[in-house]
Nanobody, 127 residues
Framework: VQLQASGGGLVQAGGSLRLSCTTS?????????MAWFRQAPGKEREFVAV????????KYADSVKGRFTISRDNAKNTVYLEMNSLKPEDTAVYSC????????????????????WGQGTLVTVSS
């Protein structure tokens, strides 16, 4: 399984970006959940959002709830992270992740639950 993240860039506060995570070796409508994590300079990796491939349920970190939306396009085998009302504190390297099998909802926000990671894409939000 390989994941390719893209779409990062430099944006002013209040702006928007859409990140993409294209998968190969699996489809986005089966298997384990697809998630986005981020890591800011000098900080630990943190959960951003996840979509359950079976239930289609989504979950978000409190810090992005209402501003970010995770979705998938089965035909393109791609998961998206639509980011609106961006803040300087959203600056980080964003990575997508997945695993082979299903996992309980309460574990979907843990980085250790995931087996496969994309290379990350840098999002910089200027004030």
């Amino acid at each position: 399984v390989q994941l390719q993240a893209s779409g990062g860039g430099l944006v002013q506060a209040g702006g928007s970006l859409r990140l993409s995570c294209t998968t190969s070796g699996r489809t986005v409508n089966s298997g384990g959940p697809m998630a986005w994590f981020r890591q800011a300079p000098g900080k630990e990796r943190e959960f951003v959002a996840v979509i359950d491939t079976w239930t289609k349920n989504t979950k978000y970190a409190d810090s992005v709830k209402g501003r970010f939306t995770i979705s998938r396009d089965n035909a393109k085998n791609t998961v998206y992270l639509e980011m609106n009302s961006l803040k300087p504190e959203d600056t980080a390297v964003y990575s997508c992740a997945t695993r082979n099998g299903r996992i309980i909802t309460s574990a979907q926000n843990r980085a250790g639950s995931y087996d496969y990671w994309g290379q990350g894409t840098l999002v910089t939000v200027s004030s």
